[in-house]
């Protein structure tokens, strides 16, 4: 599976963005898909999660009141609505895709290119 991230931008603290991933190639349905951010300086986080079929969410607790993860297998998109953004949540973020949920994100096969979110203060 090949995947595509965008939605990213420069929003204002409290603002929100919502991401998208979308999927090529079969089998989209198949895989778990997760949301892992990277700020500067900073090693890669796990921030959200979602199992194949959308039963399942998880997320990281700097986030888990604020960020809801959503799937449409039907148009092999999965999206990440970000409201209350702060300047900590400034980073480049991933999409990934995987057959097992781990928050290690090298055993994610498959990444998206990145899409950078801004929050200023």
């Known amino acids: 599976v090949q995947l595509a991230d965008s939605g990213g931008g420069l929003v204002q603290a409290g603002g929100s963005l919502r991401l998208s991933c979308v999927g090529s190639g079969v089998y989209f349905n198949t895989y778990n898909i997760a949301w892992f951010r990277q700020a500067p300086g900073k090693e890669r986080e796990f921030v959200a999660a979602?199992?194949?079929?959308?039963?399942?969410?998880r997320y990281a607790d700097s986030v888990k009141t604020r960020f809801t993860i959503s799937r449409d297998n039907s148009k092999n998109t999965a999206s990440l609505q970000m409201n209350n953004l702060k300047p900590e949540d400034t980073a480049v973020y991933s999409c990934a895709a995987a057959s097992l949920i781990t928050t290690t994100p090298t055993r994610w096969a498959y990444w998206g290119q990145g899409t950078q979110v801004t929050v200023s203060s």
């Open positions: 979602i199992t194949h079929f959308g039963g399942d969410a």
